[in-house]
Nanobody, 122 residues
């Protein structure tokens, strides 16, 4: 029943920035952790960042640590991913995700966004 709607993807030059947004159609997002994953086919989907239900704890994959920031505004049922110092290695389809338990592995995710394309050129 939970639907996640993403926005903010697009094309950017190397070194640039983008901010992704993900809005839920339901209230109570403060009870679930939220996360961002990305996939560049044919590679498997990989975890990028996650944030706790209350927003007090954030975790990042080593590949994006220090460059990406995840945040949430529970009053708007929205999670964000600020991406800085982008490189072509960051290109892929980015997916918003939600879970009542664990947000950094795909088999524990209970709701996925539709995905938004991010392309970083040299």
């Amino acid at each position: 029943q939970v639907e996640l709607v993403e926005s903010g993807g697009g094309s950017v030059e190397s070194g640039g920035s983008l901010r992704l947004s993900c809005a839920s159609n339901t209230a109570g997002s403060d009870t679930n952790c939220m996360a961002w994953f990305r996939q560049a086919p044919p590679k498997e989907r990989e975890w990028v960042a996650s944030i706790s239900g209350g927003g007090r704890r954030q975790h990042y994959a080593d590949s994006v640590k220090g460059r990406f920031i995840i945040s949430r505004r529970n009053s708007l049922n929205t999670v964000y991913l600020q991406m800085n110092a982008l490189s072509p290695d960051d290109s892929g389809v980015y997916y918003c995700a939600s879970s009542p338990s664990k947000c950094n592995v795909t088999d524990r995710v209970t709701a996925w966004g539709q995905g938004t394309q991010v392309t970083v050129s040299t």
